[in-house]
């Protein structure tokens, strides 16, 4: 069975966009993970179901994560229950303030799945620079190397 990292975000600014796309390229470093990367509103429960790991990406929206990711939450939550427990998941934020209440309420529904964090938050606080796009590329391919060697 191939090993599979899933990268959902939402972007409208572009620098969500811009962090995803330095995520996926790290991860395709790896190549004993096959990585998968779908905007929120595009993503669902077969995609979440087929995964071995999880990277979501967010713009900080008033304070909270974007619709579209609390939309792809609300679609997956029940039908997933029980069935992603213990997945490895990672979180980058674009933030225009200091991106807490997005890493705060997304934790909180990650707890729910019963999922386990591997990475600390990745925030870009106003704007995205290229150390922080560094480090998503780091994010995406330590992410990718450890469902390929399965130490989460």
Same mark, same amino acid.
């Given at each position: 069975?191939?090993?599979?990292?899933?990268?959902?975000?939402?972007?409208?600014?572009?620098? !969500?966009?811009?962090?995803?796309?330095?995520?996926?390229?790290?991860?395709?470093?790896?190549?004993?993970?096959? !990585?998968?990367?779908?905007?929120?509103?595009?993503?669902?429960?077969?995609?979440?179901?087929? #995964?071995?790991?999880?990277?979501?990406? !967010?713009?900080?929206?008033?304070?909270?994560?974007?619709?579209?990711?609390?939309?792809?939450?609300?679609?997956?939550?029940?039908?997933?229950?029980?069935? !992603?427990?213990?997945?490895?998941?990672?979180?980058?934020?674009?933030?225009?303030?200091?991106?807490?209440?997005?890493?705060?309420?997304?934790?909180?529904?990650?707890?729910?799945?019963?999922?386990?964090?591997?990475?600390?938050?990745?925030?870009?606080?106003?704007?995205?620079?290229?150390?922080?796009?560094?480090? #998503?590329?780091?994010?995406?391919?330590?992410?990718?190397?450890?469902?390929?060697?399965?130490?989460?």
């Amino acid at each position: 069975m191939s090993k599979r990292l899933l990268i959902v975000y939402h972007t409208q600014s572009g620098n !969500t966009g811009r962090m995803a796309e330095a995520v996926l390229r790290g991860a395709r470093r790896e190549a004993e993970t096959e !990585t998968v990367m779908k905007r929120a509103f595009d993503a669902g429960l077969d995609d979440l179901l087929a #995964c071995q790991g999880l990277i979501i990406g !967010t713009p900080e929206n008033f304070g909270t994560m974007s619709g579209a990711v609390k939309d792809f939450f609300d679609r997956t939550y029940y039908p997933a229950e029980g069935k !992603t427990t213990g997945l490895p998941w990672a979180i980058f934020v674009s933030a225009g303030n200091d991106g807490t209440g997005a890493v705060t309420q997304i934790e909180r529904i990650a707890t729910g799945y019963g999922w386990k964090r591997v990475a600390d938050p990745l925030i870009a606080r106003h704007g995205v620079t290229d150390e922080d796009i560094g480090r #998503c590329e780091e994010l995406g391919e330590a992410m990718a190397s450890g469902i390929a060697l399965g130490v989460f």
